[in-house]
């Protein structure tokens, strides 16, 4: 485990929600140490998307535990299903049915590390978020900078390989939407893409697909599709 990142306490106001539920958007169905599952109302799903860096953050003094969004699951209920079998059932109906469907849209989160005691951690937490934790966007620019400022975190992407895990939509999802919440940072996007180099040089296949994909994603840098060539 890499050493803490310091994280200084930001008084209410100065970027950071002042409600702990400011950017809440569901809550923990269930959870082990290496992530959790995302329960969510069809209202809250405006926001998060594949890729998304959220947070489990218990309104106690528990860690905040971070992951990345790899997975979105909309299951059927029993309406549904009758639904299904209806010839032109009305709007009405429909749009009901997704306000208040018996099943919550459900999301699978990987986790990247945590929070405690105001530090930043690039590892697995002490122990997993409980049920019903909130669940929330990480949309604070300053908060995301210091987290992902070190690439130590990727190696937990990485250890998944294999996996249920897209790894190579994942990395490049994640990059492009940190890249763009840090207001465009080359030079992080550049830091990142060399530390996936050296993490990846045992793994060609893997590398190649995952420097395309950025290479298409990123046209503003030219080096990336230098090394995809």
Known sequence: MTSPIPLPATPAGNGQSASPNGDEFGRVLRAST?????????????APSFGCMVKAQPVDEREAIYGLIYDMNIDDDPLIRRLILAENPRQSVIEDQRRNRLVPIEMSVLTIGYRRNGQFHHGLPPRPPLNLDPVQLCTDQEETIRFTDRPDYLRLILRTVGGQV???????????????????DAAWARRTIAALVELLRNDYDLLTVVLELLSQALPGLPEVAELAL
Do not use: C, M
């Open 166 to 184: 897209p790894v190579d939509q994942l990395l490049v999802a994640h990059i492009l939407q940190t890249y763009e919440k840090r207001g465009n």
């Open 34 to 46: 290496t992530g959790f599952a995302v329960g969510s109302r069809v209202a809250q799903l405006e």
